[in-house]
C-alpha cells in the first residue's frame, strides 16, 4: 500500500464562523485571520493505492461553480486536484473509488464536472465508485435549513444519475470495518448526519482521515466546534471520544482543512487533550 497527500485547492472561512463561541482573542492565536476576519483553509484528500485498487478520499471544492460563488471563498495558491493526481503519477481515470466523508460542497464538489458544452454534469471520475452511506444520502438529498447551502444539488445527484453511487453497509455502532474499501470508519453525527472518518493501517501507524471532527490543529480543545455543525454539544461528545482514543494508540491525524498542519498526533495532558507533535505528509508517507 502507499499513501498519497492529494492538495485539492486553499480556500478562506470566516474564522468565527470555524471556531464557533470561541472569542476571536483566542483563536487568532493558532489560525490567524486576516483583515477580512478570514483564515487560510486547505482541502487536502488523500489516494489510496493498494494493488489495483486507487481510492481517493474526499475530492475538494471543485471548480465547476460560479465566479460569483468562489467569490465567497477567495482562493488562493496553485493546487488543484489534477496537477496532484498527476504529481502522484496519476489521471482522474484511474481512480477505482471516490470516498465522500460527507456531502458538503467543500469534500465533495471535485466529484462531479461540467459536461463538454456545459449544457450539464457529468462524474469527474468516470471509472470510479462513489462511495456515501445511505443515512447520510438521504439527510444530504433532503436538506435541513441550516445545511441547504452546503448540500449542492449539482454535487450530489450526477452520482446517483451515473449509476455509479454506492452505500457502505455502516454498522449498528459508531465504529466499523467497510469490507467493501477495506478500512476501519468511526461515524459521527455532530457535524453532519453519520459523517465518516477513515481509519488506514500503514505501516505500522493508524493514519485517521479527520475531515471536520478536527478541521485544524487549533481545534483540539473540546469545545473549539465549528458553528457549522448542526450538533455541537453531540460534536463535543464525538470528539472526546475520538481524541482520547487518538491520545491512547497514538493515531496520526490527517488534517483536511489545516492550510499549515498537515498531519499531527496529540497527547493527554492536566489540561485535556492537547498537540503533541506535527508532520509533513512526506515525513510519514515516505
Known sequence: M???????????????????????TIWNKTNPADENNLIDIAARCLL??????????????????????????YLWGDHSLDKSLKNA??????????FMTHL?????????NWNKDKT??????KNAKFWTNDNHWEWATKPNAREKASFLHENI????ESGQLNFIDRPNSGFGFSSELGFDIFYADGHTEKQMLPHINYNGKTIVFCADMLPTAGHIPIPYVTGYDTRPLMSMDEKQIFLNNAADNNYYLWLEHDAHNQIITVQHTEKGIRLKEVFKCEDILK
Open 157 to 160: 445527484i450526477p452520482m446517483q
Open 89 to 98: 503519477g496519476f489521471h482522474r481515470d484511474d481512480i477505482t473509488d471516490v
Open 104 to 112: 458538503h460542497f467543500d469534500h465533495c464538489g471535485g466529484s462531479v
Open 2 to 24: 502507499k499513501l498519497h497527500s492529494i492538495e485539492a485547492g486553499n480556500f478562506k472561512l470566516d474564522g468565527g464562523a470555524m471556531f464557533g463561541v470561541v472569542p476571536k
Open 48 to 73: 489510496i493505492e493498494d494493488g489495483n485498487r486507487l481510492t481517493l478520499i474526499d475530492t475538494g471544492m471543485g471548480n465547476k461553480q460560479s465566479e460569483k460563488f468562489f467569490g465567497y471563498y
Open 120 to 125: 450539464g454534469y457529468e462524474v469527474a471520475f
